[in-house]
């Protein structure tokens, strides 16, 4: 069975902390994909990042940085100081490489609260 | 900018009534996206498009219907209203598999 599980549901910081939010995905796929989004207290998603199967290394933009690891299968994403702007709900999602986005399995979120 | 605009942001209606929601796309992607966001359940899909003309139902489909009679529109229609139909809806487009674009949201309480 496919699954993505975000064991944390919520999480609160003080401005500065670091904070990682966990992923840990199930699939029976060779070649898939992985996202995280944002969405912000105003509702809107927002695509942050995708990572392809075969591409274990991490990736940093800004005080984000994920960490892909295919052998706990784990997808987590580190935010570096946070600010309060980073509160929201974050979301990790799975796919397959092929399918149009149809089959995206989608976690149930990581509500992060970021206090001043 | 391209953008993706749900209209309403809010609708309140009653059980047994006939509601649509407008998703409007300017990315110019084939493929669109209706999703409901409920707590506990994070995103499930309702109905996709992957084209003028083309409509297949998602895992949440019943009571739910989309028509796609150009690239730019996939209009959500709830045949008749039921409470368990509140919730918040998302309409998304990609062109083929690349990441979602989401729109802003609608939602929607039935009384």
């Known amino acids: 069975a496919q699954k993505v599980t975000q064991a944390q549901t919520e999480i609160s910081v003080v401005e500065k902390e670091d904070v990682t939010l966990d992923c840990v995905y199930e699939?029976?796929?060779?070649?898939?994909?992985l996202f995280w989004y944002k969405q912000p207290p105003s509702g809107e998603l927002v695509f942050l990042i995708r990572?392809?199967?075969?591409d274990e290394q991490n990736e940093i933009s800004g005080r984000y940085s994920w960490n892909f690891q295919k052998s706990t299968s784990s997808f987590n994403f580190t935010i570096t100081a946070s600010q309060v702007v980073d509160s929201a709900v974050y979301f990790c999602a799975l796919g397959p490489r092929a399918g149009n986005n149809r089959k995206l399995i989608w976690g149930l979120g990581t509500s992060l609260a970021v206090n001043p | 900018d391209a953008e993706i605009t749900q209209s309403p942001r809010h609708k309140i209606t009653e059980t047994g009534r006939q509601v649509t929601l407008a998703c409007h796309q300017t990315?110019?992607?084939?493929?669109m996206f209706w999703y409901r966001q409920d707590l506990g359940h994070g995103l499930r899909l309702i109905h996709y498009s992957y084209g003028v003309q083309d409509t297949n139902k998602g895992e949440v489909s019943d009571g739910y219907s989309v028509s796609r009679s150009n690239t730019e529109d996939l209009p959500l229609t709830l045949e008749s209203a039921a409470s368990s139909q509140t919730s918040v809806y998302f309409c998304?487009?990609?062109?083929?598999?690349?990441?979602?674009?989401f729109g802003n949201g609608t939602r929607l309480t039935v009384t």
């Open positions: 699939t029976r796929d060779t070649t898939y994909y």
């Open positions: 990572r392809n199967s075969f």
């Open positions: 998304a487009s990609s062109a083929g598999n690349s990441p979602l674009h």
């Open positions: 990315w110019n992607h084939n493929n």
